[in-house]
Structure formats: C-alpha cells, structure tokens
C-alpha cells in the first residue's frame, strides 16, 4: 500500500485494514509535504525549466506541487531566477503574504548567490537569502527539471522530519 | 538611397549643424549633428518625399568619451528599404538633446531609458522618468564613472 509506505514504519494497523494509528506530527507531515503548493510566478530563465517540470513530461502534479495564484494559498516559494533589486522587495511582500509554515527554494545560480551578474550585476542581488530565508539551494544555471525536482525531494525530507509541535511551541 | 546620397541632400537643406560624414568603418557610414538641430533634421528625413524614414530602429545612449555623451539614431525606410545613422554628442556637464518622439512615438520609451542608465535629458520628452530602474534609484549606472552603491533600500549590493 503506496500510503502506508509513506507514512512510518511506526504504524500499527488493525486485523480488519480499516483503522490505523500513527502519531499526528507523521500524519500532519505526511499531508504537508504531500501538497506543497508553490506560489505562481517565475523570474527567469529559470522559470522556463520550473515550467516545464511542472508540464506534463515532469509533471510536479504527482508531487501535489500546484501553482496558486495568491500567496497566501501556499506553502513553498520557488525563487526560479535573477533576483534584481527592484524584485527583492516584492519577493520579501509575498513572502510575508504566506502563512506558517512556509519553506524557500533557491533555484539556479542567480538565485543562490548572484550568478553570472556577482561582479558587475549593480541591479541584483547577490542571493536570495540576503532578503529571504532559504531551505534548499539548487545548483544549476539552469537547473535541468530533473535538479528542480530532486530539490523538491529534499525538501520533503526535510518537511517529514519535522515537527509542527515543536515549530509553534 | 546611400548614405552618401543622404548625407549630401542634407548638407543642401541644413548649411550648419552637420558634421562630416565618416566612412570605411568597421559600422555603418555615420555622421555627427548638432543636438538642438536633431528635432529638425529628423522630422526632415521623416517628411521627405525621397527618404521617408518611417521606422526608428533603435535609439541608443552612450557614455561616448571623457567629457561628452551620445546619442545614436538608428534609422530605417521600410517604404524605400534604406537606412541611416546619425550620431549626437553633448557635454557631460549639461546633457540636454531635444527630444525625437514626436516624430516617431517609439522614441519615448527609448528615451526614456537613455535617461534612466545614461543619464541623457531629453527636452520636451512628455514623461522623462525612469523606465528600468526603480524610481528612488540613485545615479545612471552604464556610465564609465559609476560606484555601485554599497546598499540600495537595505539590502547589500557587492557581492
């Protein structure tokens, strides 16, 4: 059972296969990194693979990975291209838009740390991070749907070993 | 027609204001004009039966040397499929050239982004503001003496 694999080893499941116990920090997990909406937009060339990951040939769906049109739908922002100055201070809006918990995914070089614009780039940020926490850097320039999604998977690893009650305490 | 030919029918109609005409470059055949008779002499090569330059190809800012910035005109006649460069300088100090978008409309925005990154003040430009960078931006970044400031709204800027 695909489900029950998901889950935990630590599940216990009844004789009858109708009833199974499990803590609620695994089950609340589970359907968090199970449906991690992203908001809608993209910033670069970057965004050109992030779409076509999303596509049907990648097809992020499979993931629950959806774009939403409002912020505060979601619960990832994928930060898929150069960062300008001028775009920095609208990233930081959505991202104060969204409602805990939320996670950051840094996506190519431009993103992660300025890219081909580091030295003389006077109109980019130098990385994302320096306006925005971020979970998961993905190296690339782009990265290849492919790295996106493997991002992706490490941020459910990340979300699966978390625990909500101990983020809101 | 040729650039020549252009440039000859201009030096009949304007007798001042048009420098000589450099050719056997590398770019296409250019010549210099004054920059308060740019208005004029454009709004000529638009209106004239024999040239009808219909189209502004490209208009372009550059920080041309120590003491001056340009302006580059790139022309083309899609009715007579020929083409023309004229060039404008102007001094560093008081970088004023009168404005060519009310001869051909698509002048504004390229204007406007002469302004915003050269920092070349188009007179009679009906909304001179800047078009890439934000508006609280400080400075015209493609010129050759710019200092990338080391915080923009407070954010770090160098790398």
């Known amino acids: 059972m695909g489900l029950l694999n998901k889950l935990d080893a630590r599940i216990e499941q009844f004789e009858s296969g109708n009833i199974i116990i499990t803590s609620a920090d695994k089950l609340m997990n589970w359907s968090r990194l199970s449906s991690m909406w992203q908001v809608f937009f993209g ?4 965004a050109i693979e992030m779409m076509a990951a999303s596509a049907s040939h990648y097809d992020l769906d499979r993931f629950g990975i959806i774009p939403r049109p409002s912020p505060r739908h979601c619960d990832i922002i994928l930060i898929s291209g150069t960062v300008t100055l001028k775009m920095a201070s609208r ?3 959505l991202w104060d838009q969204m409602p805990e918990p939320k996670y950051c995914l840094s996506m190519g070089s431009c993103a992660n740390s300025g890219g081909p614009y580091w030295e003389h780039g006077y109109h980019v940020l130098k990385g994302v991070d320096r306006v925005i926490p971020v979970d998961v850097y993905i190296p690339g320039c782009p990265p290849r749907p492919e790295a996106l999604i493997e991002g992706l998977l490490k941020l459910q690893e990340k979300i699966r070993n978390q625990s909500l009650a101990k983020i809101t305490a | 027609m040729e650039t020549a030919e252009i440039y000859e029918k201009l030096k009949k109609t304007f007798t001042e204001g048009i420098g000589e005409l450099k050719t056997n470059l590398p770019v296409n055949p250019f010549f210099f004009v004054d920059a308060d008779k740019v208005n004029a002499i454009c709004c000529f090569l638009r209106d004239e039966e024999s040239l009808q330059f219909d189209n ?3 208009l372009s800012g550059v920080d041309y040397d120590k003491d001056n ?5 790139h022309l083309y006649s899609y009715t007579l499929n020929h083409q023309l460069v004229i060039k404008t300088t102007v001094p560093k100090t008081n970088p004023v050239v009168r404005t060519v978008s009310d001869v051909w409309v698509a002048a504004e925005w390229h204007e406007r982004e002469a302004f915003d990154l050269i920092g070349v003040n188009f007179e009679g430009h009906p909304d001179l503001r800047r078009i890439l960078l934000p508006e609280d931006w400080e400075g ?3 010129r050759k003496d710019y200092k990338v400031p080391d915080f923009y709204n407070g954010m770090k800027v160098p790398y």
């Open chain 2, 140 to 142: 015209h970044p493609l």
């Open chain 2, 56 to 58: 502004l190809s490209c």
């Open chain 2, 69 to 73: 910035l340009a302006v580059v005109y």
């Open chain 1, 43 to 46: 910033l670069a060339c970057c």
């Open chain 1, 91 to 93: 990233i930081k809006r």
